[in-house]
């Protein structure tokens, strides 16, 4: 482990594929979206792009596909499209050891955040509902509060501030690649999980701190780890 959990006073938590197991649907939603407007997304490229807010998704593929880029207007349309099909969808579950890790941060003393780049207000209600007692909303970054999504910096920069503390007191916990790129360009120590189907290797060139292959396993390192919880 490249840095010490007992220095960090805030935990950054990126939500689809961390707190909730939600990247199959996603993989599907899209999938699904870009054939119902002559373009395709192959699974991998989703885990690829992950964290990416939806507008910089359709771009990308759109010019990759199409040699043009989107209108804001076709954004829109095809965004609405993969939130329509994502509501669908059955019930996203909780990711497994999520609340025994959102326990273990807390009884830590860290302040909790999420950072995501989902616009999913179905999902993004839920987190409040299903993590009762260890999110607000005042502690929450998504696609709405930021410009620029990841992978660039500013939604950590912008949990940094609503946290009140420095990139040196924090700590991301990111599954996707341009997510562990983002948290590390906001000077964060970033704590990859691979909880997805993605080679370590992907996730590691992004220079996470550390890498842990399950929710669960972080769980227990936090546990064994955090003097305070001791
Ligand atoms: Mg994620």
């Not at 006073?9 to 054939?35: K, Q």
């Not at 970054?141 to 410009?147: I, L, N, P, R």
């Not at 590390?184 to 370590?200: Q, R, S």
Request: with cysteine; aromatic share 8%.
């Amino acid at each position: 482990m490249d840095f010490d959990i007992n220095r960090k006073s805030a935990v950054l938590f990126d939500m689809d594929g961390v707190l909730y197991d939600s990247m199959p649907h996603h993989v599907e939603a899209w999938s699904r979206t870009f054939a119902d407007f002559g373009m395709h997304m192959e699974p991998t490229q989703v885990y690829m792009n992950e964290g990416c807010t939806g507008s910089y998704t359709i771009s990308k593929v759109s010019l990759e596909q199409r040699g043009h880029d989107a209108t804001p207007q076709e954004i829109e349309e095809i965004y609405a499209h993969k939130a329509e099909i994502f509501k669908t969808m059955p019930e996203v579950k909780i990711m497994k050891g999520a609340l025994e890790l959102m326990a273990n941060v807390r009884d830590s003393g860290c302040k909790i955040l999420i950072v995501t780049g989902s616009g999913q207000k179905n999902l993004i209600s839920r987190v409040l509902r299903d993590f009762d007692g260890f999110i607000v909303r005042e502690r929450m970054v998504t696609a709405f509060d930021v410009k620029r999504g990841k992978p660039f910096p500013d939604p950590y920069l912008k949990g940094l501030e609503l946290a009140g503390v420095d990139a040196s007191q924090a700590v991301v916990v990111e599954n996707a690649p341009l997510g562990i790129r983002a948290g590390v360009a906001a000077g964060i120590d970033t704590i990859a999980v691979n909880t997805g189907p993605l080679p370590d290797d992907v996730l590691l060139s992004e220079k996470p701190c550390a890498l842990f292959h399950s929710i669960c396993e972080l769980a227990d390192y936090w546990k064994r780890n955090f003097r305070k919880s001791l």
